[in-house]
């Protein structure tokens, strides 16, 4: 169970480790020239060596916006993409290594949990199929024994028991949302991959699937990554946080110092860009200018050069990639100036 | 026809309007039931084929006549629509009715059996090509550009042609495993786009084995145009069971099929059309049903409309 | 105290009623029920509220953008815009109105632009119907309408095809379309929602700039509490098809009046609460789920998740009650007493 030391995995270096990430590697090609023989143009850098490590019974929040590859991330740690390189490592077990028997295995101790509420669950299915699937795959239980384990799933999440003779579309979309949560458990998973499980839902349900998504995590001991893009929720259910830009993580570090005093200045841009339930604070808001660029050709230098607000971004910053490096106890930033943040 | 000839015809009649109107209070249930009987044309296709498979399951009941039967060779020879023979005799004094209905069952059943393993193939093809992309799907997607490009009519003569008599299960066979190419094609596009769902994702992330994802998640969900290639190419098949069969090449004589019994009266046809032109308007009459209730299907099995 | 008297309101609503026809006869569905707000010159006017209240419909029904059938603006209706009736406008002066003095930009930026069109066609196509404008004056125009959006080398894009232009560009073209004629109201629904958060920050910006430099008034339709508060002057609060409260920003804020409000405020996870509000606990969370527009519960429509409700809240339906310039649709307004003993809900079920 030897995770090669790096500085990115030095920041906690007594915890135990449920789920360690090495470098880890996704590209898409584009096409290809050659009519399909020659070398592919245009490749996405979706997850361009991204590590982490998570302990136990703890959350690690992965926020960025929109191409930064962070439900990439999340896929490939399940192997539902298949990496295209770096360590993935749970309770010690190679995934990325196994062969497909012992990875099927595996499943049952690694989940995931859908961004949509509407596209996650089989529209042909009910709710009892389909949570008694996993029971049937893994050979988990059958006949009255299965029943009682999908009734006693439906009642964890919050859900009515008669909803197991329901089909997906009769359900709203915070009542899809628990479905989907359910079947994840019906494994009895150790660690979730939750996909920005509270995006699609409205606010009022939101804070209704968040409450239990942390009630779970208590009373089953569970593990989560935590995908998305919205700071607020994230602020409130994770322990860590990673920011991700552009395929690379650009700071990590707990929860708290993450929020109270940022390092990168990408953090402190999308910090300040989300905007608050409160007129009267009155914020400087950093107005980043551009768009978030294209995974396809990412700048040369520091991804974010083109856009930092920084106002001692320098040549160095338009020539070499900084690397991820602890500027603080247990927090790492990739940025020339971390040491003197926005 | 005597007397318990006309009580079974109205009988397959009655049945087949009940059928119908079963069928539609059922549908008023579901949105896509609804959409369906929206067509002007759908209840009427359903009913014209619900009338003629009641046809063919009870032919032995409406029919005064063996099929095979040649009643009087001397005297009955092409004789008109009369009350004994109600769409008159073909040329060689056969009561044309009676082949009508013993017809049926070969005609429909060649074009339900062949439209099966058609479509049974193309969906496996198509299912996998479209699942597991990469090298299979270029090798089978070159093979039904193949298929594509291969004219059926004369692929069927040239095949068909190999055999004196052919059995009618072989031209199912035959015709079927010469019709599966377009439906794959639907089937594998539909595939595409269904395995970047999330619950395939979902079931995969479950640990299902792609056997498992294919048939339980991705197949019942494609199959919408499954369906409706199904209802639209029996259609098609029957059409082309009746050429092969005109051609002298399909169902041989004497069973009664209308392609052959359109051969059979052709020569007739200045004289005593009715031999000819009673099997041709079944055809017609059943194709055209199938295409109207193909098209209502199309539409109320479409996905898109099921958004408010 | 006198005030010195308020321009008249640019946009008066009064007793919008806009309903459906289901298909599966579980009847019509509500979608606004009695809706009525003004809209005053210059100001910017946030409507917010969960999807199922409505406020999408009140917009498109402003522009009398429903499609009918299924939907109908029922009689009684009342949309003023400065002082001409637009429910009985004829289709041509309606046509002047829109996209003319009364602009509307959509959440979905791709599926509002024609793909098929340069975005420089599509702004000026509104220059060209509204002003009369030549085709070259107009793709003049339109060059300066990217400007004023912040389009980089907009003499370029404006031959750019919507594909080749990422999402935040996309909505600014869609705001440079809606403003091309100046229009006095623009009403904005969802502007924000399906853009990343650094590009809502610039997005919001930009309206916050052109509003102040073209002096027009904006409706600003939003799920999200954090939008309204930065940028709208007063609020209005829907739920089920009523508006539930209304009030100026700061008010609505610092004393949310209606359960509802408060609920959805504090259920709102915040980036400046701190680490010791959190401590992984729980959320306040509204217990229940939005009800259906063909079922509005009877009395007041909020009454099965209230916290507060008791036997007038369930048989009377409370009209909008006042307190000084801040309304709510609450019993509570009436009798104040009965705020500090909120009644343990029994348990509803789940969404």
Redesign the interface.
């Given at each position: 169970m030897h995770v090669p030391a790096s500085p990115a995995s030095r920041a906690s270096p007594t915890l135990p480790t449920l789920l360690a990430v090495h470098d880890l590697v996704k590209h898409f090609p584009g096409e290809r020239a050659w009519l399909g023989l020659g070398r592919p143009r245009n490749v996405v850098r979706a997850v361009d060596g991204v590590s982490f490590a998570i302990p136990p019974g703890q959350t690690l929040g992965l926020v960025g916006e929109s191409g930064c590859g962070k439900s990439t991330t999340g896929r490939a740690i399940l192997r539902l993409v298949e990496p295209d390189g770096g360590r993935v490592t749970l309770d010690g077990i190679d995934v990325l290594m196994l062969p497909p028997r012992e990875l099927r295995a595996l499943r049952r101790r690694m989940q995931i949990v859908f961004q949509d509420p509407y596209g996650s669950l089989n529209p042909r299915m009910t709710i009892r199929q389909m949570l008694a699937e996993p029971l049937v795959i893994h050979h988990i239980a059958a006949g009255a024994d299965a029943e009682r384990r999908i009734a006693a799933l439906l009642e964890e999440v919050g859900l009515n028991t008669g909803m197991a003779r329901s089909y997906p579309h009769e359900l709203s979309g915070g009542q899809r949302q628990r479905v989907g949560i359910a079947r994840a458990l019906s494994v009895e998973p150790e660690f979730l991959v939750l996909d920005e499980p509270v995006s699609a839902l409205d606010v009022s349900v939101q804070a209704q699937v968040l409450n239990l998504l942390v009630e779970l995590q208590e009373r089953r001991g569970l593990t989560y990554l935590f995908i998305a893009h919205d700071l607020a929720v994230v602020k409130h259910i994770a322990d860590q946080v990673a920011v991700m830009y552009l395929g690379k993580i650009v700071e990590r570090a707990p929860a708290g110092a993450l929020y109270a005093a940022p390092r990168h200045p990408y953090t402190t841009s999308l910090l300040s860009a989300v905007p608050v339930p409160d007129p009267q604070a009155q914020r400087d808001r950093i107005v980043l200018a551009g768009d978030v660029p294209s995974p396809v050709h990412p700048p040369a230098g520091c991804p974010f050069h083109p856009r930092c607000p920084h106002p001692k971004k320098n040549e160095r910053c338009r020539t070499e990639p900084p690397a991820l490096r602890e500027v603080a106890p247990g927090q790492l930033a990739a940025c020339h100036f971390a040491e003197e943040p926005l | 026809m005597n007397i318990w000839n006309w009580v079974a015809l109205s009988g397959a009649v009655v049945l087949a309007l009940i059928v119908v109107g079963a069928v539609r209070r059922r549908a008023g249930a579901s949105a896509s039931g609804r959409r369906f009987f929206r067509h002007p044309t759908a209840a009427p296709g359903l009913f014209v084929l619900a009338f003629f498979v009641m046809v063919a399951l009870a032919a032995p009941l409406v029919a005064p006549f063996r099929p095979y039967e040649q009643i009087d060779i001397d005297h009955l020879q092409n004789h008109a629509p009369s009350t004994r023979y109600i769409l008159g005799t073909d040329p060689l004094s056969r009561d044309v009715w009676s082949r009508l209905a013993h017809g049926a069952r070969i005609s429909l059943g060649i074009g339900a059996l062949a439209m099966f393993v058609a479509v049974t193939i193309g969906a496996a093809v198509g299912a996998t090509a479209g699942y597991f992309r990469r090298w299979v799907d270029t090798a089978l997607m070159r093979l039904v550009d193949v298929g594509l490009a291969m004219p059926r009519i004369f692929a069927l003569l040239v095949v068909v042609a190999l055999w004196d008599r052919i059995a009618v299960p072989v031209l199912v066979l035959v015709i079927g495993l010469t019709g599966w190419f377009a439906t794959s094609r639907l089937v594998r596009a539909e595939v595409l786009s269904l395995r970047e769902r999330e619950y395939v994702a979902a079931a995969r992330a479950l640990g299902a084995r792609p056997s498992r994802v294919i048939v339980r998640h991705v197949l019942p969900n494609a199959a919408a145009p499954i369906i409706v290639s199904a209802a639209l190419g029996i259609g098609n098949v029957m059409l082309l069971e009746a050429g092969l069969s005109f051609l002298g090449m399909g169902v041989p004589s004497p069973a009664p099929s209308w392609g052959n019994m359109i051969a059979d009266g052709w020569s007739k046809m200045a004289v005593a059309p009715w031999s000819a032109t009673f099997p041709g308007l079944a055809i017609s009459l059943v194709v055209m049903a199938l295409n109207a209730v193909g098209d209502a299907l199309r539409d109320a099995l479409d996905p898109r409309k099921e958004a408010v | 105290m006198t005030e010195p008297p308020e321009p008249s309101p640019l946009l008066r609503v009064r007793d919008l009623k806009t309903y459906f026809v289901t298909?599966?006869g579980s009847g019509t569905a509500r979608a606004v029920d009695g809706v009525s707000f003004d809209v005053r010159p210059g100001e910017t006017l946030g409507i917010v509220g969960?999807?199922g209240c409505g406020k999408t419909v009140t917009s498109l029904s402003i522009l009398r953008l429903i499609p009918e059938p299924p939907g109908h603006i029922r009689p009684g209706s009342f949309i003023e815009f400065e002082g001409r009736n637009i429910l009985t406008l004829e289709p041509k002066e309606l046509r002047a109105v829109r996209g003319n003095q009364i602009a509307m930009i959509f959440q979905e930026p791709m599926t509002s632009l024609n793909p098929v069109f340069t975005v420089g066609d599509q702004i000026a196509e509104a220059a060209i119907v509204h002003q009369h404008l030549s085709r070259a004056a107009a793709r003049r125009r339109a060059i300066e309408m990217l400007q004023l959006v912040g389009i980089p080398d907009p003499e370029e894009r404006v031959d750019h095809y919507p594909h080749q232009m990422?999402?935040?560009?996309r909505q600014r073209v869609m705001i440079a379309m809606a403003l091309v004629c100046h229009p006095k109201l623009l009403i904005a629904d969802e502007p924000t929602t399906a853009l990343?958060?650094?590009?809502?920050?610039?997005i919001?910006?930009l309206l916050e700039r052109l509003q102040a430099e073209l002096g027009m008034a904006v409706m600003l339709i939003t799920?999200?509490?954090?939008?309204?508060?930065?940028t709208a002057d007063r609020v209005v609060v829907m739920y089920a098809g009523q508006v539930v409260e209304q009030a100026s920003?700061?008010e609505l804020?610092a004393r949310p009046l209606h359960p509802y409000t408060e609920?959805?405020?504090a259920?709102?996870?915040?980036?400046?609460?701190s680490?010791q509000d959190?401590a992984?606990g729980?959320?306040?969370?509204?217990?229940g789920?939005?009800p259906a527009a063909t079922a509005w519960p009877d009395g007041c429509r909020f009454h099965p998740r209230c916290p507060y409700a008791w036997d007038r809240c369930r048989a009377e339906e409370p009209p909008l009650l006042e307190s000084g310039a801040h309304t709510a649709r609450c019993w509570l307004l009436a009798e104040p007493q009965r705020r500090s003993s909120p009644v343990p809900l029994p348990p509803p079920?789940?969404?």
């Open positions: - | - | 298909e599966q969960e999807s990422s999402g935040g560009m990343d958060v650094t590009i809502q920050a610039q919001l910006e799920h999200d509490l954090g939008v309204v508060a930065g920003t700061v804020f609920g959805l405020l259920s709102v996870p915040r980036l400046d609460a680490q959190r992984r729980r959320l306040h969370s509204i217990p789920q939005v079920p789940q969404p």
